[in-house]
């Protein structure tokens, strides 16, 4: 069973599109994230959600809306897609909220995103 | 600014000795910890963390990291290196005004040669 399940794993589009990539997790946790890794493979989180509701929002272009429609589930759709968003994007999730030994992150396998 | 430093980006090594991939870190107060390995067109697994305690650190497949305090540094190592070991490492610490959030290091490449 996966634990952090995404689709697609690869995302072949034109630039101006809009897509979205899903992230499902059965792990029962509360918080979920999206983290972007650029082609020099640095990772960075974007946002995270706990139950549903936003946390973390870095400086990320509003052309990214992460949406929760419920605790297991957090997809992220991109409008007006642009070369410089062709990145692998890994969602995760962690059991609580904050600091703790709960607070593992376990990632999915990654949704690999090449704009034309 | 909280910042995790990999000063390698490769290390190569022979199966069979022991391997070192280096992580020194800088965040105010008391460090949370991370390692996560990246295997081919995988997500990130964790491997280890620290939190508090022992700074002797044991976790999966036989790797093991220990933190240094003076040295500020959270060194990952394993006594004898698999060629199934060759993966990409990330060390990451708990940004201490945001725990939700993670800050990876820019990643080792370790390579195991048979």
Not at chain 1, 50 to 78: Q, Y
Not at chain 2, 52 to 73: C, H, I, M, P, W
């Amino acid at each position: 069973d996966t634990a952090v399940s995404q689709t697609p794993k690869y995302l072949v589009t034109q630039m101006g599109n809009d897509k979205s990539i899903k992230c499902e997790q059965n792990l029962g946790h509360d918080t979920m994230y999206w983290y972007k890794q650029d082609s020099k493979k640095f990772l960075k989180i974007m946002f995270s959600y706990n139950n549903k509701e936003l946390i973390i929002n870095e400086t990320v272009p509003n052309r990214f809306s992460p949406k929760s429609p419920d605790k297991a589930h957090l997809n992220l759709h991109i409008n007006s897609l642009e070369l410089g968003d062709s990145a692998v994007y890994f969602c995760a999730s962690s059991q609580v909220l904050g600091p703790g030994p709960q607070n593992i992150q376990y990632f999915g396998a990654g949704t690999r995103l090449s704009v034309l | 600014a909280q910042s995790v430093a990999q000063p390698e980006d490769q290390v190569n090594v022979a199966e069979g000795n022991p391997l070192t991939v280096k992580c020194t870190y800088s965040v105010s107060g008391n460090p949370y910890l991370f390692w996560y390995v990246q295997y081919p067109n995988r997500g990130l697994q964790f491997l280890l963390k620290y939190i508090t305690g022992d700074n002797l650190v044991k976790g999966s497949y036989g790797f093991e990291a220990e933190f240094n305090k003076s040295q500020t540094s959270f060194h990952l190592k394993k006594p004898s290196a698999l060629v199934s070991d060759s993966a990409l490492y990330f060390c990451a610490v708990r940004d201490p005004y945001n725990t939700d959030k993670l800050i990876f290091g820019t990643g080792t490449r370790l390579q195991v040669f048979p």
